[in-house]
């Protein structure tokens, strides 16, 4: 299962994201299956990345998520092909962790190039365990 959705590049819409993912997880009757706090971070974290250090030029950006029966996968393209960079800043900054958070709560994330020459970035989250 796929869905799809454009998003302005502007931290305000950091909150559609969040309700676009949790509207994925609620139409596909995820919701007790895989942990979405965690997904709708890691959607923001990656949304909020690419909004502030990728070049895209005001271009909505895509933000794409996939269930496989196996991982929940979230994926943010930007026109840009520089590949992000997980960075520990110092305890006064109030941002800069976004990517370490990401791969903390994630299974596995990277990046891929896109046929426009930008770049996927994604992360895959594993479904909870009965017990969990």
């Not at 965690?38 to 949304?47: G, N």
């Not at 840009?80 to 791969?103: F, K, M, T, Y």
């Amino acid at each position: 299962m796929i869905r799809r959705a454009l998003f302005h590049p502007r931290a305000t819409e950091a909150e559609r994201v969040r309700s676009f993912v949790t509207d994925a997880l609620t139409r596909w009757r995820l919701l007790q299956r895989v942990p979405d706090d965690e997904a709708r971070l890691v959607a923001t974290e990656l949304f909020s990345n690419a909004i502030r250090h990728a070049r895209h030029d005001g271009e909505r950006l895509p933000v794409v998520v996939c269930w496989d029966d196996e991982v929940l996968r979230i994926e943010v393209h930007d026109p840009d092909p520089r590949q992000p960079v997980p960075s520990w800043h110092g305890a006064e900054e109030d941002s800069g962790r976004g990517l370490l958070l990401v791969e903390a709560l994630s299974y596995r994330w990277g990046t891929l190039p896109i046929h426009d020459g930008g770049k996927c970035v994604y992360a895959e989250l594993a479904p909870l365990k009965p017990d969990e």
